[in-house]
């Protein structure tokens, strides 16, 4: 297997929640940080998280909002697409430096990752940008069988917000029904949703993510000062208030 590594994803210019979690993460002694896209998008502080991620030793895929700040949004709703326009004209501030560089940073993020039986994704291994796998997609059998087809042993991704484990036998298991939030790969193909940095959507307001460490993957929760995210997002006119209010229900 590899060294022992954290997977993030979702971070959505969520500098506070980012910061606490890369503080848990250096805590344990993990230098390797694969994040699984949606850097920007919802959040205040899109330049922000952006170095941050320049910086870090791993991997950063292309996450929807990241492309869409590259180009046009499609499909969005109206706050996720007002956030967008309002991401985009942080990055082209004539006054921030290096903006360059932040653009071609986001142009360059691969849309998928592979490391021998594992692949690291932002939707799922079938649309690696846009697809979503929900919990219920448990109960579609052509859809399962086509994500899995796709698997060498494990699929890391996001985009949902909401962590959990899908098995190749049609069950799914939130953190909370793993003993001590753990699991522990056996032969049999699974995907894992890591969850999210910045926007969790699982009813629990603190950040989330995974570490690997040899056959086990492990979820941690993150508390962070999320009061201070709200106040900018509220403070923010071309970002929904919503968007703020949200994060104080995990929701």
């Known amino acids: ?12 210019s ?10 848990d993460i250096e805590s344990q002694g993990i230098t390797e940080i694969f994040c699984l896209g949606d850097l920007v998008g919802y959040g205040p502080n ?8 320049r910086k870090l030793n791993g991997v950063c895929l292309l996450g929807n909002h990241d492309q869409a700040s590259l180009f046009d949004p499609e499909g969005f709703n109206t706050s996720a697409e007002q956030a967008i326009f309002w991401t985009r004209a942080q ?7 290096n903006a360059n560089e932040r653009w071609d940073f986001l142009n360059e993020l691969p849309r998928m990752f592979r490391d021998d039986d594992f692949l690291f ?7 690696p940008l846009n697809e979503y796998v929900f919990q219920d997609d448990i109960y579609n059998d052509r859809k399962m069988e086509r994500l899995f087809a796709l698997i060498p042993l494990c699929c890391f991704q996001g985009h949902t917000h909401v962590p959990g484990i899908f098995t190749e036998d049609r069950e799914f298991y ?18 894992v949703n890591v969850g999210s940095v910045g926007q969790p959507r699982d009813g629990d307001n603190k950040a989330c993510y995974v570490v690997i460490e040899d056959r086990t993957i492990s979820y941690r929760r993150v508390a962070y000062p999320l009061e201070k995210t709200v106040e900018k997002i509220l403070a923010i006119e071309k970002l929904d208030n919503y968007l703020g209010l949200r994060l104080r229900d995990g929701k």
């Open 1 to 12: 297997m590899f060294v022992k590594r954290a997977v993030i994803s979702d971070i959505h």
């Open 14 to 23: 969520n500098l506070e929640a980012f910061e606490a979690v890369l503080k």
């Open 46 to 53: 899109p330049v922000e998280c952006i170095d941050i991620m």
């Open 91 to 97: 990055l082209e501030n004539p006054r921030l430096a």
């Open 121 to 127: 994704v932002h939707g799922s291994p079938r649309n």
């Open 174 to 191: 939130r953190p909370d029904n793993l003993t001590n939030g753990r699991y522990t790969l056996g032969n049999s193909k699974i995907m």
